[in-house]
């Protein structure tokens, strides 16, 4: 069973590219080179092209072409929804359409995802955009879901304000200080690399929301966790679900060369089970 927020759940808008962009694609490009701090030099050999030339790019004297814009991005990484910005900039029609995820021409894409994040079960999978708003999630996530109040449950969902809000997931992460500095710095890697206003905005107020303060005799009656230290190979997440405390690792997979600024924002994210404990008890629930 999977959870996809209404047709009108709202989007996030387009992010803010970097510069000044009333003043041309040269500043926006500058900007974004000097962000990823590669030197018109070295960017000028991953082009294939020279210094001078970028360096004339950058101050207006020379207008790149719909090519040398494009190769531009791809060498500094720009996201696919800032080169539609970069090409505006420089007076081309953008290149990469942004088609609503409820188009009947993204029916494939949602049925794909569907049936990946359901071939994870009982593991909790889900999917988000650049926003973290959830457009769908798995049997396994509703699971860890139950008790959550219905407010922060009315779509769009939105996995940072679930996970981190004081009356969401927050009381039940038994290494909430650590998980939370995790996400908090995650985000802040998105806001570096996209620019975008909206999602400061939620990094902002996630951040801001009290953490609860630890019990002070700290475990559950029942524990998923083997005797003995565990060697985790990641941070995982330990949150406490009917009395155990469940050991995950988080993996984020998004998808490669992406034609559609949509698709390029969404990210499916899966807890595979950290320790043997963990995965005997999942498995125990599966009918």
Same mark, same amino acid.
């Given at each position: 069973?999977? $959870? ?6 709202? #989007? ?10 009333? #003043? ?8 974004? !080179?000097? #962000?990823?701090? /590669? ?38 990484? /720009?996201?696919? *929804?800032?080169? =539609?910005?970069?090409? +505006? ?6 290149? %990469? ?40 999630? =798995? ?18 969902? =939105? ?12 009381? !039940?992460?038994?290494?909430? *200080?650590?998980? *939370?500095?995790?996400?908090?710095? #995650? ?5 570096? +690399?996209? *620019? ?14 009290? /953490? ?8 559950? $009656? ?9 060697? %985790? ?10 009395? !155990? ?15 559609? /600024? ?7 994210? $899966? ?17």
């Amino acid at each position: 069973m999977t $959870t996809v927020p209404p047709k009108n759940a709202a #989007q996030p808008g387009p992010a803010p590219a970097p510069g000044p962009a009333d #003043q041309g694609v040269g500043p926006l490009l500058r900007a974004w !080179r000097e #962000q990823r701090r /590669v030197s018109q030099l070295e960017l000028a050999l991953r082009a294939d092209s020279s210094a001078r030339h970028i360096s004339f790019i950058e101050t207006g004297r020379s207008r790149p072409s719909e090519e040398m814009v494009l190769r531009l991005a791809e060498h500094l990484d /720009v996201p696919v *929804r800032e080169r =539609n910005a970069l090409l +505006l900039a420089a007076g081309y029609a953008p290149r %990469y359409p942004e088609t609503p995820l409820d188009d009947p021409a993204m029916d494939a894409l949602r049925a794909g995802m569907e049936r990946l994040i359901q071939g994870y079960e009982p593991y909790p999978a889900l999917v988000v955009d650049a926003m973290y708003h959830v457009h769908a999630a =798995n049997r396994g996530i509703l699971m860890l879901l139950d008790g959550v109040p219905e407010h922060l449950l009315t779509p769009p969902l =939105n996995a940072m304000r679930l996970t981190l809000h004081p009356e969401g997931l927050a009381p !039940r992460i038994r290494n909430l *200080r650590e998980w *939370r500095g995790h996400l908090l710095d #995650q985000m802040d890697r998105q806001i570096a +690399l996209r *620019r975008s206003e909206p999602l400061k905005k939620l990094y902002e107020e996630v951040a801001a929301y009290p /953490v609860p303060e630890e019990s002070p005799g700290a475990e559950p $009656t029942e524990t998923a966790e083997p005797a003995g230290p565990v060697p %985790y190979f990641a941070l995982p997440m330990r949150i406490e679900h009917e009395g !155990r405390v469940l050991s995950f690792i988080s993996s984020i997979s998004t998808f490669n060369t992406p034609m559609d /600024v949509t698709v390029a924002e969404l990210a499916v994210e $899966t807890f595979l089970p950290a320790d043997p404990a963990t995965v005997k008890y999942l498995q125990s629930m599966v009918p």
